[in-house]
């Protein structure tokens, strides 16, 4: 797996905020959450877009804050005639409080190519540290799931990959209104290949995979469904849209108690086994299973995560 040298954040949930709303900003702004962005894209209007810039400016200025440790704006995509105004004016305004890009309906790597350009000149221009922003890509449609894998590697500036379900379902001519539940009348998970596909693209640059959203924020056993099945597959986190789903959110993407305790076990006595002392062996049994160097791997994913879990939980309380 290639390594990132970006900064490690953790986005177990990751809430979405219309940036057109002062509301909703306020209300975003003590939400335990890991990751926010403020939005331009989809959750605003046309008629109100270039007004919202600064409106995201002055809330990204403001001294009160956001509790959220990762602050995020997403701009619009390369096919409006939105996106380089919203680069250069958000960034020249409030650069220094913006920790990523949000890059929707990414298509190939030279849309990436592109921020990534723009954004090293806006961040000449105004004085700010060339390539601490970093970008975080959306895949939501079928000629961005084909190009994933040269998207994931377009940027060193790249730290997460997005899976957009409610574009993608439109995309594929999927059955079914409500994003990010599972289609009517397909007996399997109808998700799984492209969260799949996403994910090994950004394991293979050493990038986060973030699961997106599910639209209807009364139904939290259906957003805890839906999480379940993305943390199973080793996804960091999800997209949130109400404070209802931030909870839910959190725990699935934490390792349950039990399976952190257990990986301490494992990572314990496999140390001990494989010293001179407890006989230099590679393989032992622990808890009734067999366990070997690729088993301790897991074992030790799951406390890095468990670990970096716990350090934002205390870092929003």
Known sequence: MATSTRPARVRRTVLAVPGSSDRFIAKARDLGVDALFLDLEDAVAPAVKAESRQRIVDA???????????????????????????????????????????????????????????????????????????????????????HVAEIAGASPRLETLVFGPGDFMASLGMGGLNVGAQPAGYPADAFHHVLMSILVAARA????????????????????????????????????LHPAQVDAGNAAYSPAEADFARAERIMAAYARATSVDGGARGAIVVDDEMVDEAGVKLAAAILARGRAAQAAKENLS
Request: aromatic share 6%.
């Open 60 to 146: 990204l200025n403001d001294t009160e804050g956001f509790a959220a440790p990762t602050i995020t704006v997403r701009v619009n995509d390369w096919s409006t005639p939105w996106t380089y105004a919203d680069v250069i004016e958000v960034v020249t305004g409030a650069g220094d409080h913006i920790d990523c890009l949000v890059l929707p309906k990414c298509t190939d790597a030279a849309q990436v190519k592109a921020l990534d350009l723009l954004l090293t000149q806006v961040e000449q221009a105004a004085g700010l540290p060339v390539g601490r922003i970093g970008l975080e890509v959306q895949i939501e449609d079928a000629l961005g799931l084909l």
């Open 205 to 240: 640059h050493g990038l986060a995979a973030i699961d997106g959203p599910f639209v209807a924020i009364r139904d939290v056993e259906g957003f805890r469904a839906a999480a379940a099945r993305s943390a199973a597959l080793g996804y960091d986190g999800k997209w949130v």
